[in-house]
């Protein structure tokens, strides 16, 4: 890996969005290689449940929102918080079982080796998203959304819409997350911005897991983030053609953030 972590061990973290997510919480916990993890950023956005009590129980470092964001808006406080706490490698895992946390040391591999600076935990190249559980009109709108954004990048993604992703500090601290949505389309445009300032990219195989606990966004949800990510396609494209331009695909992160923030992200890089 390049950059300032060049003489010592690289520091990651891994940040948990949540909302509600108090039943299953402890057993994502549970599951995370602790020798691979250097801290764990809990981030609740209001949840009515007992998410907070637990993150402080399982010792996180928790931060409680004022109002309630949104999953994007989840998001920007995990990575400024990331950032400022000096991570060099951020891991974003939901706390509701979804995902595999013992598949984070694949996961920042490619990361660590300096092969990419993005890494998607990938349910299409797993064991079977249909067996895992997904349900069937998502397995569709993803394989279908998954292939309209390869065709806009040029790409061959596998899967687009995983909750699993590991990034760089250089990544997180270049493209302008914080313009980004603070809805579910926050996630379609990082994976826009990664592809217009064209940083790396890989993807692991994860096994899908889907039950009760674990999925909350339902049809109407889905149908509006399908629309939503349809729209960042076309403002990618706008914007590659020149026909009209989105500050989220030219600013960079400290242009846009608050000198105080951005001079404490700047401190975090140089622990
Ligand atoms: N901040 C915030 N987070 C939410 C909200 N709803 C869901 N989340 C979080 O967003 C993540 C994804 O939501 P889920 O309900 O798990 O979505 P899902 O049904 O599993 O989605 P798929 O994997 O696409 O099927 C989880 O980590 C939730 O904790 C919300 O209203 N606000
Ligand atoms: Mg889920």
Redesign the pocket.
């Known amino acids: 890996m390049k950059s300032s972590s060049r003489n010592r061990k690289p520091k990651v973290i891994v940040v948990m969005?949540?909302?509600n997510?108090a039943q299953t919480l402890e057993k994502t916990y549970r599951d995370i290689p602790k020798k691979v993890v250097d801290k764990i950023i809990l981030v609740d956005?209001v949840s009515k449940d007992d998410t907070v009590k637990v993150a402080k129980r399982l010792g996180l470092k928790t931060i409680v929102h004022i109002q309630?964001?949104?999953?994007g808006g989840?998001q920007k406080t995990c990575y400024i918080e990331a950032l400022k706490d000096g991570a060099d490698v951020v891991v974003m895992l939901?706390?509701?079982y979804?995902y595999d946390s013992r598949l984070i040391p694949e996961m920042i591999a490619p990361i660590l080796n300096g092969h990419a600076d993005f890494v998607l935990g990938s349910r299409m190249l797993g064991e079977g998203a249909l067996r895992g559980g997904m349900p069937f009109y998502?397995y569709v709108s993803n394989k279908v959304l998954t292939f309209l954004e390869n065709e806009c990048f040029g790409k061959h993604y596998s899967e687009l819409?995983t909750?699993f992703r590991a990034y760089s500090r250089k990544l997180l601290t270049t493209i302008p997350f914080t313009l980004n949505s603070d809805d579910f389309v926050f996630d379609t445009e990082v994976i826009a911005q990664v592809e217009m300032f064209k940083f790396a990219s890989s993807e692991i195989p994860v096994p899908t897991r889907y039950f009760k606990e674990?999925?909350?966004?339902n049809f109407v949800r889905s149908s509006i983030y399908g629309l939503a990510t349809l729209k960042v396609m076309a403002q990618f494209l706008l914007h590659k053609w020149g026909i009209r331009k989105y500050a989220k695909f030219t600013k960079t992160l400290p242009e846009v953030l608050s000198p105080f923030y951005a001079a404490q992200i700047k401190k975090g890089g140089k622990r």
């Open positions: 969005p949540a909302y997510a956005d309630n964001k949104g999953y989840n939901h706390p509701d979804q998502k819409h909750g674990a999925s909350s966004i």
